[in-house]
């Protein structure tokens, strides 16, 4: 069987290639070449390429200056936004000032923290031993007012100058060891809790808030007016932690005997008397003020009746309400009213 032979069909034609046409035609601008540096610049100059010098800085290190925002910067519009913008700074920090002066005054409260060295010395010294101290009278100090009738201005010398002022600094550092050392007591008897921390705070804090309470009720009261600011009686509440710190560290230490047990107790008559004693001269100038003092000029002088209910409430405060505010400090066992209060739960 013979296999015919077939010719190869002829191939058709491609179809011609088209590219596409763009239909919308966007103009690219050209760009130009700087111009050529003049012949009067030399290779540094040319660099830039405009024929115009770069910013020189001087030998002081200054930095380049720049016209456009020295311009703005030195404009009257500018100069009248700055000026808008100090004034309402200055009106706000007055208003603020203004406002919170009058609840709490900030300048009197930083002369109480104007103390030394040899001054916190000193007034711990008769803080824990003022059966030895003899002069109890703070130093007063005049200042005249500039006025169309000149007087002078009775005041108090500052810490640093008057052993008998009262400061600022050693009642905070006691109230803030007390806390410390009360939670570090509980750390090594094994009763540390985190919220231990809080609860000595909040304890102190309700006793300074008591006693003053007490304070102003009594001067209210009795009708007294003195030259006393209130921080001189928070800071006079403040020293009996001096006291307390002395009486749970020695408590700590001898808790291991029975018969150590009566060394706390001894320390613990001891800062109570002392802090009694303290009080009851210190508070003399504030409970029972003369006749010419400040807020009392004479005017309406103190009758005998007066003055022995101040001295009673003098007497009453320095030893009854101090024993039971040290004792509340003392014997109180954060630590394990803690525990029990979880344990309870």
């Not at 296999?3 to 190869?8: C, D, G, L, Q």
């Not at 009197?108 to 000193?122: E, I, M, P």
């Not at 009775?154 to 002022?165: H, L, Q, T, V, Y």
């Not at 003098?314 to 014997?331: E, G, H, K, T």
């Amino acid at each position: 069987m013979q296999r015919h032979s077939f010719s190869a069909a002829p191939r058709a034609p491609s179809p011609p290639l088209h590219h596409p046409i763009p239909q919308h035609v966007s103009t690219v601008p050209q760009l130009r070449s700087p111009p050529p540096p003049s012949s009067g610049l030399d290779g540094q100059q040319a660099a830039y390429g405009y024929g115009r010098m770069p910013p020189q800085s001087s030998d002081t290190g200054e930095a380049y200056s720049y016209p456009a925002f020295e311009s703005f910067v030195d404009g009257p519009t500018a100069q009248l936004g700055f000026q808008a913008g100090q004034s309402a700074v200055s009106a706000g920090q007055e208003y603020v000032q203004h406002n919170f002066d009058r609840y709490f005054n900030v300048s009197a409260l930083r002369s109480y923290f104007n103390v030394s060295n040899s001054y916190v010395l000193a007034k711990l010294s008769v803080v824990l031993f003022p059966w030895r101290h003899r002069s109890w009278s703070r130093q007063q100090t005049s200042t005249s007012e500039s006025s169309s009738n000149t007087r002078s201005v009775a005041g108090f010398m500052p810490p640093r100058e008057d052993i008998n002022a009262p400061d600022m600094y050693i009642p905070l550092m006691a109230f803030v060891t007390y806390i410390i050392l009360s939670t570090l007591i509980a750390g090594t008897n094994g009763t540390f809790e985190p919220q231990l921390l809080g609860v000595t705070f909040s304890n102190a804090a309700v006793v300074i808030g008591l006693e003053l309470l007490l304070l102003w009720l009594g001067k209210y009261f009795l009708d007294i007016r003195s030259q006393s600011q209130i921080f001189d009686l928070v800071a006079y509440s403040g020293y009996k932690f001096v006291g307390v710190i002395l009486t749970i560290a020695i408590s700590a230490v001898s808790a291991s005997g029975t018969r150590m047990r009566f060394v706390g107790w001894a320390m613990f008559a001891y800062t109570f008397l002392a802090s009694a004693f303290f009080l009851l001269r210190s508070l003399r100038y504030v409970l029972l003020p003369s006749d010419n003092a400040g807020g009392n000029s004479g005017m309406n002088p103190v009758t005998r009746s007066q003055r022995n209910r101040r001295m009673q409430f003098l007497v009453f405060y320095s030893y009854a309400v101090q024993f039971v505010l040290m004792w509340w400090l003392s014997s109180m066992k954060f630590g394990r009213a803690v525990k029990a209060g979880r344990g309870g739960r």
